[in-house]
């Protein structure tokens, strides 16, 4: 089954604000100048504002756009496509020391990969002296013979790394057919709004005037970038197609360290979207009272303070000791509260709960982990108890699922024994409210 682009363009968004940290040090690879700005000049105008360290790879000049022009031949062509990504990328904040220009040979990139290991090692010198946390490829089955060789060079070169490889589409858009979709969970999309900078992406692309103007006349078969062409790339959204494999579940090591100088390290108490979120759970189960609740990943107890008018008895667990210290200390006076060092991968502590939350806590295992956690909740359950599920739904690379990931992989192997009584969707978490209906 296949991703469709009314799929795609509904994907989860990126977190802006957090893009420099999610994403790390990051280095571009374009096949072609132009490549850059049209698939990502949002995202390289976003991370430049942020001060983000960020590196444009040039494969090639791009010499071979307008193969019969005699005004503008190959060695000419390629001086002038180099000029321009480097106008391209100073209007998208990137400095030129941080432009790198194979010039491995504009449509011979297939042939290099099969043929000459040079261009490959070339690449693996330079991501072992940037090591980046992020590459950002061509998609792989993007319908122009250059993508797909870029894609599978730069996987063959930082295979060795630890990189994230992350996906971009550019002819996909307009060439792509049936099969060159992503398929359902052959990747994760996401998609990253880039209203705010839409005129910098663009001022960027028109920087390529070779490609976008009729500057080179004399080759009526030459390549332009008609207004057709730059449609996808002109919205306020661009996407990207991260790896779908999850990484190794979060150890307790994790939050001890970020426990360890800060007891409130996500900003719980004073972010404007934590307490939204909030205030939303609090709300999806208004009316209702809780005879026995637990609260699975309590951290430092914000939310343990809310939701304990609403039970008689809480139970509130965490991973973390320094976390439950600061807990216990929020809490004091309310005698409904207890609070309980435990691991959810080992089994849940007691049984008959007539609510579990669970918030921002599912991403942090694998999926088999997950699977169990699940079911260990399903087990612990009343008939007729709720399961309360809230989870960020950005990407953060060093987490091993995504917030979506967690949810759909209820909703798929679970949902069976729950009712759905309530989800709501914000820009960027997902809110679910299930009602068991089986014993």
């Known amino acids: ?34 490549d850059e700005s049209l698939g990502c000049g949002g995202l390289i105008a976003h991370l430049a504002a942020q001060n983000a360290e960020v590196y444009v790879l040039f494969l090639t000049n791009g010499d071979a756009s307008h193969p019969n022009s005699s005004k503008f031949p190959p060695d000419k ?47 693996k010198q330079f991501f072992l002296q940037k090591e980046p946390d992020t590459i950002f490829s061509p998609w792989r089955r993007d319908h122009h013979i250059d993508h797909v060789a870029a894609y599978n060079l730069i996987n063959k070169a930082a295979e060795s790394l630890e ?63 008609t207004e057709d062409l730059m449609q996808p790339f002109i919205g306020n959204y661009e996407y990207f197609f991260f790896p779908a494999k999850s990484k190794p579940a979060v150890n307790e090591t994790y939050f001890e360290n970020l426990y360890a100088d800060n007891d409130d390290p996500w900003d719980f108490e004073t972010s404007s979207y934590e307490q939204e979120k909030y205030h939303k759970t609090i709300a999806a189960v208004s009316g209702k009272s809780f005879e026995n609740a637990l609260e699975i990943g309590c951290s430092n107890g914000v939310f343990t303070r809310l939701l304990a008018p609403k039970c008689k008895n809480l139970l509130a667990i965490d991973l973390s000791q320094q976390a439950l210290k ?98 709501e969707r914000a820009e960027l978490y997902i809110l679910e409210v299930w009602e068991k209906t089986e014993k």
């Open 1 to 34: 089954m296949k991703n469709t682009r009314e799929h795609i363009e509904k994907a989860p968004f990126l977190n802006i604000e957090g893009l420099h940290r999610d994403l790390g040090k990051v280095i571009i690879v374009a096949p072609h100048p132009d």
């Open 77 to 123: 062509l390629g001086k002038l496509r180099k000029s321009e990504a480097i106008n391209a990328c100073k209007i998208l904040g990137v400095k030129e020391e941080n432009l790198i220009f194979l010039n491995a040979g504009d449509g011979k990139l297939a042939e290099k990969f099969k043929n000459d290991h040079s261009v490959i090692n070339e690449l």
């Open 163 to 225: 990189s994230t490889i992350v996906e971009y589409p550019i002819w996909l858009w307009k060439k792509g057919e049936s099969a060159d979709w992503p398929a359902k969970d052959e990747v994760l999309v996401f998609r990253l709004k880039i209203d705010s900078v839409k005129e910098i992406k663009k001022a960027a692309i028109q920087a390529h005037i070779s490609q976008t103007t009729n500057l080179i006349d004399d080759d009526p078969e030459g390549f332009i970038l």
């Open 326 to 423: 600061s807990a216990r200390k929020r809490c004091a006076g309310l005698s409904q509260c207890k609070f309980m060092q435990w691991d959810i991968g080992n089994g849940l502590p007691g049984s008959n709960y007539d609510a579990i939350f669970l918030s921002e806590v599912g991403y942090y295992f694998d999926l088999e982990r997950l699977g169990i956690i699940f079911k260990n909740i399903t087990n612990s359950l009343q008939s007729g108890g709720i399961l309360v599920m809230v989870h960020w739904t950005a990407y953060v690379r060093s987490y091993p699922l995504t917030g979506q990931q967690v949810h759909d992989h209820f909703r798929k192997n679970y949902s069976n024994r729950f009712k759905l009584l309530n989800s």
